[in-house]
């Protein structure tokens, strides 16, 4: 394991309770100065503020035992728009003039959709309500469900919940590009609750190929 230095001894040479690993202390990946300065505050956020050239956002850090991280909240000197990437929400939002985001709509390396600022954070386009429709669907009436899409596939099991035993959803998410995950979930409760619980599962993982 890191940090645990090899040794040849046998166990009755170790002194019990005196030994202990080595561990090599983490780097900070973030500089004094920043730490120590200002914050941008928001409800239940306090933000690490830098100030950089705008290709800076490009630069995640890569330090030994740390995350990739990237900036949640960025703007330029004049304020003329802003890109939010809020750690709980499946979107990385752009605000700002009608030509700025006219040109990320018509850019095809980049897929993005339209927002007006009242939407709501869980909407779903029609395109993949429509999939997720389908698929819950098939799944409510035969137990198993596959969707193939130009992103991935999304394979669901349903065991519904009896009178004395929870039922179970089980979803495999496989992308084109080599991404995957599964998951598990119980289900309790009357037809309308297992109904609501297994659509909004099938919406999540349909939504999840666009990360992969």
């Known amino acids: 394991m890191a940090g ?5 001894s046998s166990p009755s040479t170790i002194p019990v309770g005196r030994w202990r690993p080595s561990r090599r202390p983490r780097p900070d990946p973030v500089p004094s100065p920043v730490r120590s300065g200002p914050r941008v505050e928001l409800p239940h956020r306090s933000y690490l503020l830098y100030r950089g050239p705008a290709e800076a956002v490009l630069a995640l850090p890569a330090l030994d035992g740390t995350f990739g991280q990237c900036p949640n909240l960025w703007w330029p000197a004049d304020r003329a728009w802003c ?9 990385t939002y752009v605000g700002g003039p009608r030509g700025l985001i006219d040109a990320i709509l018509a850019n095809d390396r980049i897929e993005a959709l339209p927002a007006a600022p009242d939407d709501p954070v869980n909407r779903v386009e029609d395109w993949v309500a429509a999939w997720v429709d389908r ?12 969707l193939s899409t130009s992103r991935g596939t999304v394979d669901a099991r349903l065991r519904r919940p009896g009178r004395i035993r929870s039922g179970n959803l089980h979803i495999e998410v496989i992308g084109h590009e080599g991404g995957s995950s599964s998951s598990e979930s119980t289900l309790s409760g009357g037809e309308e609750i297992v109904r609501s619980s297994v659509h909004a599962y099938l919406t999540l993982a349909v939504l999840s190929l666009t990360g992969m």
């Open 4 to 8: 645990i230095p090899p040794f040849s």
């Open 83 to 91: 890109v939010a990437s809020e750690i709980d929400l499946p979107w």
């Open 135 to 146: 698929l819950f669907e098939d799944l409510m009436a035969q137990g198993t469900a596959s």
